[in-house]
C-alpha cells in the first residue's frame, strides 16, 4: 500500500516535518547526550585528554545505538504489518459479510448515513477490500516501505554530527577554558537546529530555539551536577 503525494500542488509542512524529524532528532541528541557527558567529566575534575577519550567513545557508542534501535524498530513494524494484513486476509476470505458490516459501521460512525455508508462500504470492498480494512480499521495508511539499514544509516550520521559538536569544540578549546567554549557553543547549534525544526513546521524561530536551548542547558546543568557529586564522591572514599 503505498499514499499518493499532495495533490493540486499542496505541499504540507507536515510533509516535510516527517522528512526531517530524524535527522534533526538524532543531531539534537547527538549534541545534548555528548555535550551532557563532557560537562559532567569537567565537573568531576576530568582531564582534556580523558574528556576527549569518553566523548569519543560515546559518539560512535550513541550513533550505533541509535542505528541498532531504529533498525529493530522498523524491522518489527514491517513484521506487525504483514501478519496483521495476513489476518485481515484471512478474515476477508472466510467471513466477507462480517467484514463489510464492519467497514459499513466504521462509515456510519464517521458520520454517513445508513444507505451512504452501506454504498461506500461495498464499493471500497469492491475496489480493495484488503486495503480498506487497512486503513479504516487498522489505521494503516501506508506499508513500511524503507529498508530498515537504510533508514538506521542517516539517523547514525545525524546523531555522530551533533555529537561531533561538542567533540570538537572541546578539543579546540585552551584546557582552561573547555566549559567557556563547549556550553556556549552548544546552546548555539542546538538553538540553530530548534529554529530550524521550528521553521520546518511553520511555528516560531524564537520559540523553537530557545526551547531547544532550555533542554540542553537543564541536561548539561543536571550531568555537572551529577558529576561533581560522584566526583567528590569518589575521592573522598579512594
Keep these: 500500500m503505498t499514499q499518493p503525494s499532495d495533490r493540486h500542488g499542496e505541499h504540507h509542512r ?17 549534541l545534548v547526550a555528548v555535550a551532557g557527558l563532557i560537562t559532567g567529566l569537567l565537573a568531576a575534575g576530568s582531564t582534556r585528554e580523558q574528556i576527549l577519550l569518553a566523548a569519543s567513545i560515546a559518539l560512535v557508542a550513541g550513533a550505533l545505538a541509535l542505528a541498532a534501535g531504529q533498525h529493530v524498530a522498523l524491522r518489527l513494524r514491517r513484521d506487525t504489518e504483514r501478519a496483521d494484513l495476513e489476518m485481515e486476509a484471512s478474515e476477508l476470505e472466510g467471513n466477507f459479510e462480517h467484514e463489510l458490516a464492519e467497514l459499513r459501521d466504521i462509515y456510519r460512525h464517521r458520520g454517513c448515513d445508513a444507505e451512504t455508508a452501506e454504498r461506500v462500504a461495498h464499493q471500497m470492498m469492491a475496489h480493495d477490500a484488503l486495503g480498506a480494512h487497512a486503513r ?44 567557556l567554549v563547549c556550553v556556549p557553543v552548544t546552546l548555539a547549534v542546538l538553538a540553530t537546529l530548534g529554529a530550524l525544526s521550528a521553521r520546518t513546521g511553520g511555528a516560531s524561530l524564537l520559540f523553537g530555539g530557545a526551547r531547544t536551548a532550555l533542554w540542553g542547558a537543564v541536561t548539561m546543568a543536571g550531568t555537572a551536577l551529577v558529576g561533581a557529586l560522584v566526583g567528590q564522591l569518589i575521592s573522598t572514599t579512594v
Design 14 to 30: 507536515l510533509n516535510r516535518y516527517r522528512r526531517l524529524r530524524a535527522g534533526l532528532l538524532g543531531a539534537i541528541a547527538g
Design 136 to 179: 479504516e480499521e487498522m489505521g494503516l495508511h501506508r506499508m513500511t516501505t524503507t529498508p530498515p539499514l537504510l533508514a538506521a544509516a542517516p539517523l547514525a550520521a545525524a546523531f555522530a554530527t551533533g555529537a561531533a559538536t561538542p567533540l570538537l569544540a572541546t578539543w579546540l578549546a585552551p584546557a582552561s577554558a573547555i566549559a
